[in-house]
């Protein structure tokens, strides 16, 4: 069994979709926590407070059966690690498979977060992995706004990430690093004519 953690209904609308289009069955169950990212917080501390928060968030919707979660909040990624010592199960970003798909896709990326403090903690994976296998990328910030404040206005949302892919100076690739952002990466794709990269199916590629 796998459990996704989701801060949004978004994610788990977007995860549930991108699952609908899988070949082959998978046993999943999601979990929706609401309460463990402000959407209009433009700073997020990452600390023991914010750790507590998605430990707690997590513990409380394991049922023993679990051989992984998944967290789809990309703000919290950095605690995967530190999750998975604690709970004694494997824990993974959401940002692992495209990050590591992305990074090969050339010396510019352009980099989508919906929520702003999740930049700087996908930036540093995608960076790592670069570095890991002696490749240098510069990463080209794709949006400014705080999506993630608006996120439940689908319209609105895909208004605001296709004017900002359209104001990204040139790359290689786009990377949506939100799973909320996967069922706009064929209009992306068409605007950008550059490969895309969705957070969510890259991972559900991995399943």
């Known amino acids: 069994m796998i459990l996704f953690v989701h801060a949004a209904a978004v994610s788990l609308a977007a995860t549930q979709a991108g699952i609908e289009r899988l070949r082959k069955p998978v046993a999943i169950r999601h979990a929706l926590a609401t309460d463990i990212v402000d ?23 394991l049922r023993g059966d679990e051989s992984r979660v998944i967290l789809s909040c990309s703000v919290y990624n950095g605690f995967a690690s530190r999750l998975a010592n604690d709970l004694g199960l494997p824990v993974e970003r959401s940002d692992e498979a495209g990050a590591c798909a992305v990074s090969r896709r050339g010396e510019r ?28 990328i510069t990463l080209v910030p794709v949006l400014a706004d705080n ?13 605001v990430l296709l004017a ?5 100076p040139e790359v290689d690739a786009i990377f949506l690093a939100q799973y909320s952002m996967d ?20 991972t559900l590629a991995t399943l």
Not at 164 to 168: F, L, N
Not at 183 to 202: G, I, K
């Open 39 to 61: 959407p209009r917080a433009m700073f997020f501390a990452h600390d023991d407070i914010d750790y507590a928060r998605i430990r707690n968030a997590v513990a409380s919707h």
């Open 109 to 136: 990326i352009g980099l989508a977060v919906s929520y702003p403090p999740s930049y700087a903690v996908v930036e540093a994976r995608i960076l790592e992995l670069s570095q890991e296998e002696g490749r240098a």
């Open 147 to 159: 999506a993630f404040a608006f996120a439940d206005d689908a319209d609105r949302y895909a208004r």
């Open 164 to 168: 900002a892919v359209a104001d990204t």
């Open 183 to 202: 069922p706009y990466a064929p209009r992306v794709s068409e605007a950008t004519r550059v490969p895309v990269v969705s957070a969510l199916e890259a």
